[in-house]
């Protein structure tokens, strides 16, 4: 988590936010601990970043192409997520004099509040959040008389006294002084499509897994059947499959090309078909696995 900002007022609605990602791959008590000096301020860049995470044994990878701040017609939104275990995100939509602060726990919303006021959201860790907010103090009071551009700015300003190895240099920042009257329904529908896109990954993960286990049944050396009527007939250990997918076709009688004749024991040696005994190589368009 790095930092996302939101404002929202009667001269319309700004959002920032950074582009880092940090990546933790090791013990989780280590990685915990790593966190807690990470985001407390404790680790002040990333040579110490990466010196501390090698000294708990923890792999660390950095990169700055994650977008958080985005734009759907009139309505600005902001993103920071936590992905391990559980998939844990904190959404803000803004537009003028309104937001609406979403927290998602996989696919069920834990928590949602609509405001119909002007305020100023901070999602981030506590050391970059208490800069923010230390800085903004001296500015936040003359927001709703200042232009839209003119506050943009100031935002900008901000972000750029922000340091520390969880920030990108890079940053992102969109206005609008347009006001969204169909607000909530550009919520639910960004909300829905959250579902469905997460409902397609578990798919895909799912296809991965039958794809992974199909491959590792694929058999390279042993007996697999006998050849009957001038096809092989598999054995009760083994099935053919026409490809390497998901939800294959399955058959336990196939053609084959090559000198064979009926009675021939079809075996696979190191991944090629042969006939027993006579060292007689075939071939066959489909993939014989164990069952």
Same mark, same amino acid.
């Given at each position: 988590m790095s930092i996302v900002i939101g404002y929202c007022g009667n001269n319309g609605a700004i959002i920032a936010g950074d582009r880092r990602n940090i990546i933790f791959r090791?013990?989780?008590k280590k990685r915990a601990e790593l966190e807690k000096d990470l985001y407390s301020g404790? #680790?002040?860049?990333e040579e110490e970043l990466k010196n501390r995470a090698e000294e708990l044994g923890v792999k660390v990878f950095i990169e700055d192409k994650q977008t958080k701040v985005r734009k759907i017609g009139d309505v600005l939104v902001g993103e920071v997520k936590s992905l391990g275990a559980d998939s844990k995100r904190r959404r803000m939509y803004l537009t003028n004099g309104t937001y609406a602060i979403i927290e998602i726990l996989n696919d069920k919303i834990i928590?949602?509040?609509i405001n119909n006021k002007s305020g100023i959201i901070i999602f981030g860790n506590k050391y970059l959040k208490d800069i923010v907010q230390r800085e903004l103090k001296e500015c936040m009071n003359n927001f709703g008389r200042m232009n839209i551009e003119d506050v943009m700015n100031s935002i900008k300003n901000i972000l750029k006294k922000c340091?520390?190895?969880t920030l990108s240099k890079e940053l992102d920042i969109i206005h609008t002084n #347009?006001?969204?009257?169909?607000?909530?329904k550009i919520i639910e529908k960004d909300l829905n499509d959250l579902k469905e896109y997460r409902n397609e990954l578990k798919q895909k993960m799912v296809d991965f897994k039958k794809v992974m286990t199909i491959a590792d049944k694929i058999e390279h050396n042993g007996e697999v059947g006998v050849i009957k009527n001038g096809k092989l007939v598999l054995d009760g250990n083994h099935v053919a499959i026409d490809k390497v997918c998901p939800n294959p076709n399955l058959f336990n009688e196939i053609e084959v090309e090559g000198d064979v004749e009926d009675g021939d024991i079809v075996v696979i040696e190191n991944g090629s078909l042969k006939i027993?005994?006579?060292d007689t190589p075939i071939s066959t368009k489909y993939t014989i696995c164990k069952k």
């Amino acid at each position: 988590m790095s930092i996302v900002i939101g404002y929202c007022g009667n001269n319309g609605a700004i959002i920032a936010g950074d582009r880092r990602n940090i990546i933790f791959r090791g013990n989780p008590k280590k990685r915990a601990e790593l966190e807690k000096d990470l985001y407390s301020g404790k #680790i002040r860049n990333e040579e110490e970043l990466k010196n501390r995470a090698e000294e708990l044994g923890v792999k660390v990878f950095i990169e700055d192409k994650q977008t958080k701040v985005r734009k759907i017609g009139d309505v600005l939104v902001g993103e920071v997520k936590s992905l391990g275990a559980d998939s844990k995100r904190r959404r803000m939509y803004l537009t003028n004099g309104t937001y609406a602060i979403i927290e998602i726990l996989n696919d069920k919303i834990i928590n949602k509040s609509i405001n119909n006021k002007s305020g100023i959201i901070i999602f981030g860790n506590k050391y970059l959040k208490d800069i923010v907010q230390r800085e903004l103090k001296e500015c936040m009071n003359n927001f709703g008389r200042m232009n839209i551009e003119d506050v943009m700015n100031s935002i900008k300003n901000i972000l750029k006294k922000c340091d520390g190895p969880t920030l990108s240099k890079e940053l992102d920042i969109i206005h609008t002084n #347009i006001k969204a009257f169909d607000f909530e329904k550009i919520i639910e529908k960004d909300l829905n499509d959250l579902k469905e896109y997460r409902n397609e990954l578990k798919q895909k993960m799912v296809d991965f897994k039958k794809v992974m286990t199909i491959a590792d049944k694929i058999e390279h050396n042993g007996e697999v059947g006998v050849i009957k009527n001038g096809k092989l007939v598999l054995d009760g250990n083994h099935v053919a499959i026409d490809k390497v997918c998901p939800n294959p076709n399955l058959f336990n009688e196939i053609e084959v090309e090559g000198d064979v004749e009926d009675g021939d024991i079809v075996v696979i040696e190191n991944g090629s078909l042969k006939i027993k005994g006579k060292d007689t190589p075939i071939s066959t368009k489909y993939t014989i696995c164990k069952k």
